[in-house]
């Protein structure tokens, strides 16, 4: 009710027995930090956790860095944060007039992340979904981004009330389904489909993570959790597969040791070319 707005003062909120009809929808987006323009920005969901969402997130802002944009990266997932470990920062954020400033990774990405506001980054952060969906919106209107090409959204996994808060406050232009083959594959892309699909952002693709696994001597590819599953999916719902990533144990070390823009291999690279094409076309 509170995204309604009436003139008439006996207003009760309840639209459907409403006569004049003066109730507007009024748009639930938040608005961006004033100092700040963000050109495009790019949500990255998963069904559930653990399936690689982070390093998906993590991956496609490295190659749109490396392709010369300035990039940044909005850590939603407030109860999971994984985005300054694997960058390797740690200080806690600071502010100035322009508003809460944002860190910058070694090789220039720009990140907020919820614990780069905590005292104790261990303690579990047990708010209640109002108060994590009001905790992204202030990562975009009070944080002062500067100028961004890309903004890539780590959001909170699931199709619940969380990420469906956080697909309506920010202005996606896009959105990333990262998924594993040991998935639900069918079901849980679906539904990530189809929430896009009902709030009218464009589902730009779909990664698979954990994909298979290489063998460090002979070079050849093992599906351990099955092939063909994500790529059937992709089918039917008319949108790319955008990139297969491996199991990859040294990308694993470097991001356990906050150096994941060390990684050499172009998993991401594909992926990201295409979202920039895609997305200034
Ligand atoms: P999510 O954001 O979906 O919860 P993360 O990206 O945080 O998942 O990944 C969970 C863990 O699995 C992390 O420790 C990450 O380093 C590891 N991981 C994810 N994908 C891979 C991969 N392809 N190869 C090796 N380790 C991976």
């Known amino acids: 009710m509170e995204d309604r707005k009436c003139n008439d003062t006996s207003c009760n909120g309840d639209c459907s027995n409403c006569a004049s009809a003066k109730h ?32 998906v997130t993590g991956g496609l802002a490295v190659s749109m860095s490396r392709a010369g944009y300035k990039t940044a990266v909005l850590d939603a997932d407030i109860t999971g944060p994984s985005i300054p470990k694997m960058f390797g920062v740690n200080a806690r954020a600071m502010q100035d007039a322009t508003g809460i400033l944002p860190a910058t990774s070694p090789d220039g990405i720009k990140l907020m992340s919820v614990n780069l506001l905590l005292e104790d980054i261990e303690a579990p952060v047990v708010w209640r979904g109002p108060v994590i969906a009001g905790a992204v919106k202030q990562f975009w209107t009070d944080v002062a981004w500067g100028e961004i090409d890309y903004m890539f959204v780590d959001c909170p996994p699931g199709t619940g009330d969380v990420p469906l808060t956080v697909f309506q406050s920010l202005p996606l232009d896009g959105i990333v389904i990262v998924t594993s083959p040991q998935d639900l594959v069918s079901l849980i892309v679906k539904k990530a489909y189809n929430m896009a ?85």
């Open 197 to 281: 699909k009902m709030m009218n952002i464009p589902v730009l693709g779909i990664v698979e993570n954990m994909s298979y696994i290489k063998c460090p001597d002979c070079g050849k590819e093992f599906h351990i959790f099955g092939s063909g599953k994500t790529e059937t999916v992709a089918d039917e719902l008319g949108v790319p597969l955008l990139a297969r990533i491996p199991i990859d144990t040294d990308m694993a070390t470097l991001i356990d040791n906050g150096m994941f823009e060390k990684h050499q291999n172009d998993y991401f690279k594909e992926a990201a070319t295409y979202i920039d094409a895609k997305l200034n076309k």
């Open 24 to 55: 507007e929808p009024q748009s639930m987006l938040a608005p961006l930090n004033e100092y700040s323009t963000v050109k495009k920005v790019i949500g990255v969901v998963s069904g559930k956790g653990g399936v690689g969402k982070s390093l």
